[in-house]
């Protein structure tokens, strides 16, 4: 029905034709990150009843993100009218967010051309059965899924056979030598020359290196390009045997690192030299500029998502089931299936007592051999003059598929160009920032009347965006039990906050 590369294609071309330079690096010396929802319909059975098993889908881009960058705990407001995290992934969820109170409005005018059909419950929808959507990444998500093993003879190999595949680091991810103090490189360099690297080709096609250490170890994995030569990998028969039943006692020298920091009170990194520097599957927060933020790693937020869906707590005040993604796909950088399954899957896959209509998904995990124009490595290697400074981009891109300006870019959580004097004016804020949703959610409920209202908008009286969050019952409860099962130490915004109108 649709690969891998076909999305992380669709994405790309949307990035590159559909949008202005407003906001893009400039490529001879900025880099970003993209990241993307994409609707994928079926047609629907009678259409096609001769072929009930290769049924046609149409493949849209209905939200897109762009951005690396977040604000400090310092420049929060409790107006609700700034960005706190723009990085990609949360740029590109708010879109679809704004997407799908569009696409709500729609079905409450009983408009046949959006996504949702009525529920079973009075102010309820649901999604069409033939619509899912794919989430896309140009990159690993930020947190525990960007910790992934990694050997320095390896990375080596790997610019060779991928042209710098493994060159560099994702947005939030550094060389694995980046943290290391003289003496710590020192012993890794002793450490990696003392290993015997093989190379061996899995049943896949694909190439692995492996270090003959005492300690199982994931396989990253390289697929052959151009005219590589099978042949030229030799390795013992023990060896083979050992790549044929994954069992091979090996381990990685070092591991990428993220630069997302362990929450406040919880466990902390051990930060010792080699694939022992980081604590896997802890929450991570996102690193500011000298001040921490409060804005949980995209990791972190992917595995709430898994569980809660994208929609977010206002409109599941209208929906019958959550809005889950079907599929996240991470372009061609630095990825471990296995780092990605552990982030957003199984740390919360053992959550049980779930109210009705939500649960621990079991989402398709993939990667696209295609890289994004404007990622780091990317750039890096398009570089004419090499003693230019590589920064990242500090616009941030928001577009989503609704009839009304459609575009929005920021910089540091504004709207970009907003000066200090204007901070706080309408024309400053951002088309997805908490204050504008909020009040597009209100007109929304403001136009049906109370005996067609859900539930839980019935004759109720709410005035603050937290009191809306808050009135949303089984989302809520979601949550809480969520938190207390799988994710204990997330950080929450203090109800000051929310508590805007």
């Known amino acids: 029905m649709w690969s891998a590369d076909e999305i992380a294609e669709l994405c790309y071309e949307?990035?590159?034709?559909?949008?202005?330079?407003?906001?893009?690096?400039?490529?001879?010396?900025?880099?970003?990150?993209?990241?993307?929802?994409?609707?994928?319909?079926?047609a629907a059975q009678r259409e096609v009843p001769d072929r009930p098993r290769n049924l046609q889908v149409t493949k849209e881009v209905v939200a897109l993100g762009t951005g690396t960058k977040c604000i400090g705990q310092n420049k929060m407001r409790k107006t609700g009218d700034i960005l706190n995290d723009s990085h990609a992934e949360t740029i590109a969820k708010r879109s679809f967010q704004r997407y799908l109170l569009h696409q709500m409005c729609l079905a409450v005018s009983y408009q046949q051309c959006g996504i949702f059909i009525p529920g079973t419950e009075t102010g309820k929808w649901k999604l069409k059965p033939n619509i899912i959507f794919v989430f896309f990444s140009s990159h690993t998500p930020c947190g525990d899924a960007s910790i992934i093993p990694i050997s320095e003879p390896e990375n080596q190999l790997?610019?060779?056979?991928?042209?710098?595949?493994?060159?560099?680091?994702?947005?939030?991810?550094?060389?694995?030598?980046?943290?290391?103090?003289?003496?710590?490189?020192?012993?890794?360099?002793?450490r990696s020359s003392n290993c015997i690297i093989k190379r061996m080709k899995n049943n896949d096609g694909g190439w692995f290196s492996m270090i003959t250490e005492d300690l199982p170890v994931q396989q990253v994995?390289?697929?052959?390009?151009?005219?590589?030569?099978?042949?030229?990998?030799?390795?013992?028969?023990?060896?083979?045997?050992?790549?044929?039943?994954g069992l091979s006692r090996l381990k990685a020298v070092d591991v990428y690192r993220t630069g997302a920091k362990c929450v406040p009170g919880e466990l902390?990194?051990?930060?010792?030299?080699?694939?022992?520097?980081?604590?896997?599957?802890?929450?991570?927060?996102?690193p500011g500029r000298g001040v921490r933020t409060c804005s949980m790693s995209c990791s972190d937020?992917?595995?709430?998502?898994?569980?809660?869906?994208?929609?977010?707590?206002?409109?599941?005040?209208?929906?019958?089931?959550p809005v889950y993604l079907s599929a996240i796909i991470v372009g061609k950088c630095p990825y471990s299936q296995e780092a990605m399954r552990r982030a957003i899957i199984?740390?919360?896959?053992?959550?049980?007592?779930?109210?009705?209509?939500?649960?621990?998904?079991?989402?398709?995990?993939?990667?696209?051999?295609l890289r994004f124009e404007h990622s780091r490595q990317a750039v890096q290697e398009g570089q004419t003059n090499s003693k230019t400074k590589l920064v990242p981009c500090s616009a941030a891109i928001s577009w989503s598929a609704v009839p009304e300006q459609p575009l929005d870019v920021t910089s540091d959580g504004f709207r970009q160009g907003t000066t200090k004097k204007r901070i706080g004016s309408h024309q400053s804020r951002s088309k997805i920032c908490k204050v504008e949703f909020f009040h597009a959610f209100q007109k929304l409920v403001t136009g049906i009347s109370q005996e067609n209202l859900p539930d839980t908008l019935r004759m109720k009286t709410l005035k603050t965006y937290w009191d809306y969050k808050e009135a949303a019952s089984s989302y809520q409860e979601a949550w809480k039990v969520l938190r207390s099962q799988a994710l204990l130490g997330w950080v929450k915004n203090a109800q000051e906050y929310l508590d805007f109108t």
Request: hydrophobic share 30%; charged share 25%.
């Open 268 to 286: 902390d990194d051990a930060r010792v030299p080699g694939i022992g520097y980081h604590r896997v599957g802890l929450l991570r927060v996102k």
């Open 14 to 42: 949307h990035y590159r034709t559909r949008l202005p330079k407003q906001g893009k690096p400039d490529p001879d010396r900025e880099w970003t990150s993209l990241a993307a929802v994409v609707k994928v319909e079926s």
């Open 158 to 190: 790997s610019k060779s056979m991928n042209g710098a595949d493994a060159a560099g680091q994702s947005t939030q991810c550094s060389s694995n030598h980046d943290h290391l103090g003289f003496e710590d490189k020192k012993k890794l360099e002793k």
């Open 346 to 369: 199984e740390r919360c896959q053992h959550v049980s007592f779930l109210p009705d209509g939500f649960l621990t998904q079991e989402v398709k995990l993939m990667q696209s051999e």
């Open 221 to 245: 994995f390289v697929k052959p390009e151009g005219n590589a030569n099978p042949k030229s990998c030799k390795c013992s028969a023990q060896m083979q045997a050992a790549s044929e039943t």
């Open 301 to 321: 937020k992917l595995a709430r998502w898994n569980v809660l869906g994208c929609q977010g707590a206002l409109l599941m005040h209208f929906l019958q089931y």
